[in-house]
């Protein structure tokens, strides 16, 4: 096996439809890099190499992402992490590139970075589905430490979207997160597919929300509140969560007996307004009936 033979495998991956045969190559390009001593960034590892393998774990992050595979995405954000350490000078320069065009056909102005801001605001969008806020953080102040004090990491396009949507959803703006989900806020494709999950999440906490600001709320309010397509889908939900629907109208039980600031970190007060930011959204965009 040499780089020509992991180079047409590469080629072979941008060509391939097919997730379960986007696997096979997957795991032929790893034996392939295992053989070449290249699973992980050697110090004799050759620069032309190095890219090669980069660009092989990029493409199966991004490949795990679109099936949805999270645990697969995760593993390939760890093998990534000791490449994405790696200098740029142990990477290809650009004039070298154009000696071997055919080998490292997707290498360019972006070779000493790749994919990088792309894959890890992914990464801190997965850590934020899973609302795992610890890991979040720490993902976080690491870059920042790496970053320094020349580049704000939430300037960077693929990065600042998971960081505003984490704060928002601390403050409880749920109408921000909304905004940003509908919006070309979304970065690329990729960050689309964690938009049913946050929504989801979100409904969750909107509801946790309203259960302590309101005793009740009308069907056709709740409806645009949570986001969902029919009064019936409301109904739905509200049996699950255990409320009780009665006269067009959601009652809360049990309500009364929750005390301010009881289920977590924001108050009764707090509550409302997040309810009333989301309400007042909702009404922008003319979905109240």
Not at 117 to 143: D, P, V, W
Not at 179 to 207: D, H, N, W
């Amino acid at each position: 096996m040499s780089e020509r033979d992991l180079s047409s495998l590469l080629s072979k991956l941008h060509s391939s439809r097919d997730y379960a045969n986007t696997l096979s190559l997957l795991s032929t390009a790893k034996l392939t890099l295992l053989k070449l001593q290249a699973l992980t960034p050697l110090p004799t590892t050759p620069p032309s190499l190095l890219l090669l393998a980069r660009e092989i774990y990029e493409f199966g992050a991004l490949a795990s992402i679109r099936a949805k595979d999270a645990p697969a995405f995760a593993r390939y954000v760890e093998l990534l992490r000791g490449f994405y350490e790696c200098s740029s000078e142990r990477y290809p320069s650009s004039s070298s590139n154009s000696n071997n065009t055919s080998m490292l056909r997707n290498s360019n102005a972006k070779t000493s970075e790749g994919e990088q801001s792309k894959i890890t605001g992914l990464y801190l969008l997965l850590l934020l589905t899973q609302g795992n806020y610890a890991g979040f953080h720490t993902e976080l102040e690491g870059l920042e430490m790496r970053e320094g004090k020349e580049r704000k990491v939430e300037d960077d396009r693929y990065l600042g979207y998971p960081i505003r949507l984490e704060r928002w959803l601390m403050e409880g703006s749920y109408d921000l997160v909304w905004k940003a989900m509908k919006s070309r806020e979304v970065p690329c494709e990729e960050y689309g597919v964690f938009s049913e999950i946050l929504t989801t999440q979100i409904r969750s906490e909107i509801a946790s929300c309203s259960e302590t600001a309101y005793p009740s709320l009308p069907i056709s309010s709740t409806k645009n509140l949570l986001f969902l397509d029919s009064e019936g889908a409301v109904v739905t939900f509200a049996q699950n969560r255990g409320w009780v629907v009665k006269d067009g109208r959601i009652y809360f039980p049990g309500q009364s007996l929750k005390s301010v600031g009881e289920e977590g970190e924001m108050d009764g007060e707090g509550r409302k307004t997040a309810i009333e930011n989301t309400l007042g959204y909702a009404r922008e965009l003319e979905m109240i009936v």
